[in-house]
């Protein structure tokens, strides 16, 4: 929100609307540019199509702020129509990816999302691991014109990498260079992939790489990088259908990689209530078990 | 009034053109489209700011039209009126036409694309807002089927509008008490849609939607400068052809090669 701000001063454009979510963060914005936000109330539907009416009659990029998929699947036929084929300035932020809020329950878990918005023409999918990162995307997010989705955990986060991110659009992030497997994460379980590498030690080496930007994908980068293995995996607090291994999935076989593709994601229809880290354990997310999986299916084969 | 015998004359040539697209293209609607002639032959002759070289002007009028399935008496309108060649209508629905059967904005003069009811109105709203948050003096009009107002995201935008006095924002509600299964009253009543409307903070006004005269001085009240307007308009589906009037059929069918010739001569005769 910080990064907004400051944005906010550099371009008058900019302009926020929450659906009556963001109390104690959004304040400083509200503050400082009351004529460029708009509570919208718990209506989200109507939220998206006044953010598309807005940016599209005065030129503006309009940021939406909620939670899990309050901003998404609710209000998801505006979405497309109105803001996608419009190709409107609207970027919707969405808190709470995955299971993040694993207390609160079914309700709150963003599981289908990367599957449903990456449908969606026109989208930019930022998918950030860390605040590095998701500084690095609010600035991507504003130097393109067109609707967007980010998909973030919550505030506070740790930082996965001290260097300052200088990703662009369609670039995969190297958080760790290995030759055994390529693990590949999405969003903040990123950090489950490095302490699983670092669990691995050198009985499987692996490479670790981020999607900051999950769509679109610079694919010949990506090509070049995955042909060196034989085993790839793929990290995602996402349901197992449609999301990261569906994509990853196509891209090895499309291309014909000789690669074994081992998936790490939620089954369909998770529900079940409790911390998120229990909740990533009771689905094999941990690390332990993300390591122990890949080293039983390298020594299997190799 | 201004030129009233101009805008019956455009109104009858709407509904002709019209006439000759659904019979070629064997498209639906016809009905839906009828009962708005003449609204939409008023506000882009009489009252609209906007013209065929002001549709990229940053302070020209809006208007959406959010039953984009009355595409085709839209597009008769618009090539009326200037914005779009009159050729262009022979090809309705046809592939590699820019004209299919709901309204699309890459058609000049178009500014959103509609279809799917209850998104124009929220987008209406916001484009109501962005002006009066950046000073803008034009107004943004958008055009409602009643059926549509069954639909809950037009109650989230009235419930913004109205709170907020966007009172550069003009809805007018086509009001021909038909929708896709039957009468809107056998589905699901709207008796008293006024009052409901009243309530959320917009003003409202009843007008007969086939009469120039009504119409005109309806809008010579508008905009309120108080508070958001919206305009019930009292319309008949089908208007202009005796066996459509007032037939659900007409909202699907469209004419065989008789029905459009008794069409084609009633329209001509008035």
Redesign the interface.
Known sequence: MNRLCELARQDERICLIVGDLGFSVVEPFIKEFP??F?N??V?E??????????????D?IVFIYSLGNFPTLRCL??IR??CC??NANVKIISLGSGITYGQSGYSHFAVEDLAVMGAMPNMTIFTPADPGEAKRCLDLSVSISGPAYFRLAKNGELRLKEEICFFDIGDFVEYRSGKDICIIGVGTILSECLYAADLLGNDVVAEVIGLPVFKPLNETKLINLLKKFSFIATVEEHSSYGGLASVIGEIISRNGLNAKLLKFALPEGFNKTGLQGDLQKLCGLESTQIASKIREAVSKLG | MKNLDGLIEHAQSVRVNALNMVYRSKASHIGSGYSCVELLVYLYSSWLKVSSDLILDSNRDRFILSKGHAAAVYYAVLAEFGFIPKGWLDKYCQINSPLGGHVDRNVPGVEISTGSLGHGLPIAVGMALAAKRNNKKYRVVALLSDGEMESGANWEAFNMAGAKNLDNLIVIIDRNNMQAMGSTEDILPMKNLDERIRSFGCACFDVNGHDFFAIDSIFQKMPLNCQPAVIIAHTIKGKGVSFMENKLEWHYKSPNDEQFRIAKKELEKR
């Open positions: 004529k460029r708009l919208a109330g209506a539907q109507s939220m998206t199509g006044i953010a598309v009416g807005w940016s599209l009659a005065e503006k036929e505006q129509n109105d084929a419009h």
